[in-house]
T-cell receptor, first 113, second 109 residues
Framework: DSGVTQTPKHLITATGQRVTLRCSPRSGDLSVYWYQQSLDQGLQFLIQ???????AKGNILERFSAQQFPDLHSELNLSSLELGDSALYFC????????????FGPGTRLTVL | GIQVEQSPPDLILQEGANSTLRCNFSDSVNNLQWFHQNPWGQLINLFY???GTKQNGRLSATTVATERYSLLYISSSQTTDSGVYFCAVDQTGANNLFFGTGTRLTVIP
């Protein structure tokens, strides 16, 4: 158990809908990272937050947004969902803010029908 | 963006055998990490290794940043080593993490 929690574990929704994925980092970690893993795109880094501020941005679509709250948990919002958004979404956390050693949550499997 | 290539794409080993996985990258990087994704999908960070050599039990990793490659060594492999091994690099100046396509390892009893 990495200490990083993600909810929900599974999510099934329809095209055009909006969903929110939640992540709680390990105790003491200030950074939260979001990743997408799909069959055709592989593992992609989406975005990093460090102590409430956006720190690094990867291949995150404009339809997606994220934030980190004062208690350091983070939410990833996915809107106007398309079939191609079906994927496993991972959250990870680390102590520092410079893309350092990360600990991953179990992931949220999103299926868009 | 930076190109990250891993080889081999697939590897089948007998339990107890040793193996070397390679990660090549096309540009300078700030750091490099190795991850293991087990057959149940869980991702585990193995090494954070921008340069030099690190060892953790039966696993060790070496990164030669000047030559743009990293190696992951697995000795005395066990069935629990099965899964996909990814390397990921933080490209200098990009503030982004780029993943390779992975090496799928199957260890047979």
């Amino acid at each position: 158990d990495s200490g990083v929690t993600q909810t929900p574990k599974h999510l099934i929704t329809a095209t055009g809908q909006r969903v929110t994925l939640r992540c709680s980092p390990r105790s003491g970690d200030l950074s939260v990272y979001w990743y997408q893993q799909s069959l055709d795109q592989g593992l992609q880094f989406l975005i990093q937050y460090y102590n409430g501020e956006e720190r690094a941005k990867g291949n995150i679509l404009e339809r997606f947004s994220a934030q980190q709250f004062p208690d350091l948990h983070s939410e990833l919002n996915l809107s106007s969902l398309e079939l191609g958004d079906s994927a496993l979404y991972f959250c990870a956390s680390s102590v520092g803010g410079s893309l350092d050693e990360q600990f991953f949550g179990p992931g949220t499997r999103l299926t868009v029908l | 963006g930076i190109q990250v290539e891993q080889s081999p794409p697939d590897l089948i080993l007998q339990e107890g055998a040793n193996s070397t996985l390679r990660c090549n990258f096309s540009d300078s990087v700030n750091n490099l990490q190795w991850f293991h994704q087990n057959p149940w999908g869980q991702l585990i960070n193995l090494f954070y290794i921008p340069s030099g050599t690190k060892q953790n039990g039966r696993l060790s990793a070496t990164t030669v940043a000047t030559e743009r490659y990293s190696l992951l060594y697995i000795s005395s492999s066990q069935t629990t080593d099965s899964g996909v091994y990814f390397c990921a690099v933080d490209q200098t100046g990009a503030n982004n993490l780029f993943f390779g396509t992975g090496t799928r390892l199957t260890v047979i009893p």
